[in-house]
């Protein structure tokens, strides 16, 4: 099923909501469809998968692959933030593959965390991101 998702414009946030069956080819369509907007530069994102009950073809390698293509996607002269949130533990085990992959691209340009509770990511990502 496709992934829905949302544009705060006024908070330069994108928040996306997959449901159901998530399947690797979901999240490559909207990696390639969302984040090749040039509007969207620059822009936070929630990607929330506490509403995903299943899960088709997503593996530690296609898990690689899709942080590989999302780094070479982020604009190098905007920062900005995801967070992940995943309270079951196979999708947070699996965000945080994605989140170390993204950290060890040299391309990547978006901090990435993964969360359990979702207060806690709207705040990190409501902050400044910090200059490393």
Known sequence: MPIKYQIDHEKRMVVATPQGLL???DM????RTVWSQAELKGYNELFDVTGVT???SVTEERVADLADLAASMD???LPSKL????TNDLHFGL??????????AK????????FR???????WLANCIEVQ
Request: hydrophobic share 40%; charged share 35%.
């Open 28 to 31: 490559f369509e909207y990696q």
């Open 107 to 114: 391309q990547s340009n978006k901090v990435v965390h993964v």
């Open 95 to 104: 965000a945080r593959m994605y989140e170390r992959r993204r950290e060890m």
């Open 83 to 86: 967070a992940i949130l995943a």
């Open 75 to 77: 604009p190098a002269d």
């Open 54 to 56: 299943q899960l088709e």
């Open 117 to 123: 509770v979702r207060e806690e990511a709207m705040e």
């Open 23 to 25: 399947s690797d080819a």
